[in-house]
């Protein structure tokens, strides 16, 4: 130890990546001051090899309300309905006193348990979470900043109902009778394009165009952003859609398809969300979201014969397991599908010689015929009787 005394007091001195280091312990203590000496180059050797001293991490409550509430609000700045929805689901977290109190590195496995416990009677399990997703997201931020060494694993509840009501056409006649006009012609663009409702209110007349281009037979519509990375893409416009924007497009005053009332921008969730509640209880339509239309017409395109991948891609779903949810084959479906593999298994069957049931018998003399099974077509009788005789 490089300790030497000045009066009664004790120094250190020692030098560290050729840099000298000297200073006083304030200590007359000979112990007490090779102890201070230690932790120096202790602090010094951590810093050397990135180990960084982490100062008391705050708690849920001034970290939600602070780094997370700012970072979710320039991350998601193009994504206003996100940021609302984290603000929201951060809100109920914090209503939970024993959570919002408590600093990040005492929130574990018990105390997420406690909350659930908390909820679980009051709101769905689906509530439940998107509440748990957000404190997993704000503690895996807090992870990647240095405030945490270790993230709690965070299970989510089962017993989640996907939503899974598919419109049927008198249903859809119904009900776009009875919807006012914004709400009927967004259902519409989304009954028979399958783009989700915030796609369909921001969407603007720059990206519409109705005259199909290179020999296509539809025109298309580009969706430049959305819910995913994957929402990027044109969806075709069938003669509906075509007939219903082109009357939008003779009273556009704005650059919005479907404007608020003031025409300061696109129409707000709420407003379409609340006119489709009224629709909604007046056709007695239980469970039905604005988001079935979307649904239904994933669902319409897999009855119509489309596999998984080709509704993965006109949905823009980041995987096919997403997509195949919307598949729906009903008893009908299901027949046309044993009646095709059928006709399949007839045709290649009928291509190929008759076959012959049975194994030759081994001939002992030059003179001698083998002996055969008769053949399914010549007997007449079906493959699991020949074998039986």
Known sequence: ??????????????????????????????????????????????????IITRRQAPTFREFALGQFKN????????????????????????????LANARLDQIDEQLIDSYVQHRRHSVSPASVNRELATLRKSRRLAQEWHILDRVPRIHLLPGERIREFVLNHEQEHRYLESAPRQLKDVAILSL????????????????????????????????????????????????????????????????????????????????????????????GLDG??????????????????????????????????????????????????????????QKAVASLPAITLGRQKPATMKSEVPTLVPTVRESGLSKASAYLQ
């Open 192 to 283: 028979d394009t399958g783009m989700r409702v915030g796609e369909a209110r921001t969407l603007e007349w720059a990206d519409v165009h109705l005259e199909p281009v290179n020999g296509a037979k539809f025109g298309y519509i580009h969706i430049r952003s959305g819910k995913s990375r994957n929402a990027k893409r044109n969806v075709l416009i069938t003669p509906r859609v075509r007939e219903m924007l082109g009357g939008r497009r003779a009273e556009a005053k704005t650059r919005y398809v479907f404007p608020s009332e003031a025409g300061t921008g696109p129409v707000s969730t709420y407003t379409l969300e609340a006119q489709h509640s009224r629709v909604r209880k007046a056709q």
């Open 1 to 50: 130890m490089s300790i030497f005394k000045r009066g009664r007091i004790y120094w250190y001195e020692f030098v560290f990546r050729g840099q000298r280091i000297q200073q006083s312990t304030h200590q007359t203590n000979n112990r007490a001051a090779m102890n201070m000496e230690s932790a120096h180059r202790t602090r010094l050797a951590q810093g050397e090899v990135g």
């Open 288 to 345: 039905y979201v604005i988001h079935s239309f979307r649904h239904t017409f994933g669902t319409r395109l897999g009855e119509s014969g489309a596999d998984a991948f080709s509704i993965m891609k006109a949905m823009a779903h980041s995987s096919v397991t997403i997509s195949q949810r919307y598949v729906h084959p009903t008893p009908e479906a299901m027949e046309r599908v044993w009646t095709r593999l059928n006709d399949l298994n």
């Open 71 to 98: 970072s979710v609000e320039t991350q998601c700045a193009a994504k206003p309905e996100t940021v609302k929805f984290y603000h929201c689901k951060c809100a109920r977290l914090l209503e939970f006193t024993p």
